[in-house]
């Protein structure tokens, strides 16, 4: 059975965050948190401080490690990544979603593994 995936990455202004393939990423939405799925409809949303919230699929995922300050790949499904945002943008378009942040931090010990 093939698993949903979609392609996302997150940047800053500073540094990528993340690059790989998601099952589900939510977002705090100026107007709510929001989820998206697989197939979800073309969105430009503006997003409010928050977490971000990643699901990965199978796959390399690049994802930025505050304590050694490199990327760092790790390639297990299901995996929950957490960051903290204090603003930004997220486009979704045809499985690929592209998240602009302000100010992203680790909020689950992403690179304490």
Not at 27 to 40: A, D, I, R
Request: hydrophobic share 45%.
């Amino acid at each position: 059975m093939l698993m949903d995936m979609m392609n996302l990455t997150v940047l800053t202004p500073e540094r990528e965050i993340f690059q790989g393939k998601v099952q589900s990423v939510k977002v705090p939405g100026v107007s709510g948190q929001f989820q998206v799925l697989q197939n979800h409809a073309p969105i430009v949303s503006a997003l409010d401080s928050g977490v971000v919230a990643i699901v990965t699929a199978v796959g390399e995922n690049l994802f930025f490690d505050e304590e050694t300050g490199t990327l760092k790949t790790i390639d297990e499904a299901g995996k929950v990544l957490k960051f903290k945002i204090s603003g930004g943008f997220i486009e979704v378009l045809n499985n690929t979603i592209s998240i602009l942040a302000q100010g992203a931090k680790d909020a689950n010990g992403n690179g304490k593994r």
